[in-house]
């Protein structure tokens, strides 16, 4: 039995929560995903899976396999990345996730940090809040962007480094003319109040989605009552909505920033609460680092970089 390929499988159950997925995960078959893990239970002399016709979870012993398998694996390839580098060369695969709002700035420091170190092969994944707090905490996932005030004021596992601010906007379609002549790329209009922003046929992310309590939350306290027109889990959609039709969405900066190249559009900051939220990357305090993570969290904390993603989010300049 290869232990290690029979580890890789028992957390690729815990992920995909089903024995064809984790097998076409793993590119083997699922009778062979299934054996590797009866060989694993063999081992270990407990029984690891709750089988039926279909995955049903783990037991109790296998609970405490999965951990120290996932354990394991991140030692592995803290190993593996260690033997094939150095510090000022370091190589490997590194997982990084946002939540959905936060993955322009994803995008740009991964691309960024590739640019700095060929050697380093970025994982950009788009992750629910819950999901990002679950990969830190089963080692899944080696860095995340997401919301920092979620994390508990003290006694946290995880640690924080500060990106940027979140700032919120009404995108719209603008007029077609301004009074310098046709308008190019999005632009900047004037502030405009939450509850006006409520009367407008918005299209926005699903309640299930932190960004949309954020968003109730500033409508409550606007006094305001919301209605959406169209719901949405893909950030994409929201600003797809908005140049196919006629509704308007709210949108943080950072993807603001990114449809700036659509004429047509228009920005405006939304007030009467001015909306803020702290966006950073998270790690793991307790889980030692990969080469590759040494090298990303020195670039969060570069000036330089710092700098640009405060360019691409929060309020924007007009362009």
């Known amino acids: 039995m290869n232990l290690l390929a029979s580890l890789r499988y028992l957390v690729a159950l815990h992920e995909h929560r089903h024995f064809g997925r ?14 590797a893990l009866r060989a694993l239970e063999k081992e270990f002399g407990v029984v690891v899976v709750r089988r039926s016709r279909s995955f049903e979870g783990f037991t109790p012993e296998g609970e405490r396999v999965l951990a120290t398998a996932q354990r394991m694996l991140h030692e592995h390839q803290v190993l593996q990345q260690d033997l094939q580098s150095d510090a000022a060369h370091p190589r490997g695969t590194l997982k990084l996730g946002a939540v959905p709002t936060a993955m322009p700035i994803l995008a740009r420091f991964a691309a960024q940090l590739q640019a700095r170190h060929p050697g380093i092969v970025p994982v950009a994944l ?18 995340a962007l997401g919301y920092t005030d979620r994390m508990p004021a003290r006694g946290s596992p995880l640690r924080a480094w500060p990106q940027y601010v979140e700032h919120y906007f009404l995108l719209r379609r603008a007029p077609r003319l301004t009074q310098q002549g046709p308008a190019h790329g999005l632009q900047i209009g004037p502030p405009l109040g939450w509850a006006e922003a409520a009367a407008l046929p918005l299209c926005l992310l699903t309640p299930e989605m932190h960004n949309r309590s954020l968003v109730d939350g500033a409508f409550l306290s606007a006094g305001a009552t919301v209605r959406p027109a169209m719901e949405t889990d893909s950030v994409l959609t929201l600003a797809l909505c908005v140049v196919a039709g006629e509704m308007c969405s709210i949108l943080p900066g950072a993807l603001v920033d990114a449809v700036r190249g659509h004429d047509g559009l228009e920005a405006l900051p939304l007030t009467g609460p001015v909306l803020t939220t702290p966006i950073g990357f998270i790690s793991h305090r307790l889980v030692q680092p990969t080469r590759a993570l040494d090298a990303a969290l020195a670039l969060a904390q570069d000036a330089d970089w710092l700098q640009h993603a405060a360019a691409h989010s929060g309020l924007l300049s007009p362009s």
């Open 126 to 143: 788009s992750m629910s809040s819950q999901a990002l707090e679950a990969g830190l905490e089963n080692i899944s996932l080696d860095l």
């Open 22 to 35: 984790a097998a076409q995960a793993c590119h083997i078959t699922q009778p062979a995903l299934s054996n």
